[in-house]
């Protein structure tokens, strides 16, 4: 009797260590494949960035008259300047060629991370904000007033997994940068 009590014991401690062992494994591949999609997020965001980059500051660095510059007030996340929302995130993708930074603003889409078989979408919106020497942005700090030869563009990145299912980020990633105008 004590024999077999002693083997239920150590089949159990076994058991136990085994599942201890399969847990830390689940675990460490659920982290290595999170920091994946991370890394692949924080790739869209700045494949993004590199397009809005290559655009010109604004439409008076085009030599465009200044009748056709943005109004100071309108330029807010609240008026949803842009146009449409529909500037072209990626080469070869849908969407308005847009020529200036601002007109990025409000733009939202899909952005491909290109991979050995399918490509894995992401979802990507751009924010657009003037922003004063100290970082702030201009329309909430008081700083200092709209326009300025700073502007603030934020991209947030969140995987799209097809067939409608959760997404794998459990949070989207956010990549900004300050672009300023000497």
Not at 115 to 132: G, R
Request: proline share 8%; glycine share 8%; aromatic share 8%.
């Amino acid at each position: 009797m004590r024999q077999t009590l002693l083997a239920l014991v150590a089949l159990a401690a076994a058991m136990l260590f085994s599942y201890q062992q399969m847990r830390a494994r689940s675990q460490s591949q659920f982290q290595t494949y999170s920091a994946e999609m991370e890394q692949m997020a924080l790739g869209v965001g700045m494949q993004t960035m590199e397009v809005v980059r290559a655009r010109a500051f604004d439409a008076a660095t085009l030599g465009v008259p200044e009748e056709t510059i943005v109004p100071t007030g309108e330029f807010t996340l609240e008026s949803g300047f842009g146009i449409a929302g529909n500037c072209q995130l990626y080469p070869g993708g849908s969407g308005t060629d847009c020529s200036t930074v601002e007109e990025f603003h409000a733009t939202s889409g899909e952005v491909p991370f290109p991979l050995a078989s399918d490509p894995l979408w992401f979802d990507v919106e751009i924010e657009v904000h003037y922003v004063c020497a100290n970082m702030e942005r201009a329309s909430t700090s008081g700083a200092c007033t709209p326009p300025t030869s700073r502007k603030e563009v934020v991209v947030t990145v969140q995987d799209d997994p097809p067939g409608g299912a959760p997404p794998r980020l459990t949070e989207p990633i956010t990549y900004s940068e300050v672009f300023s105008y000497p």
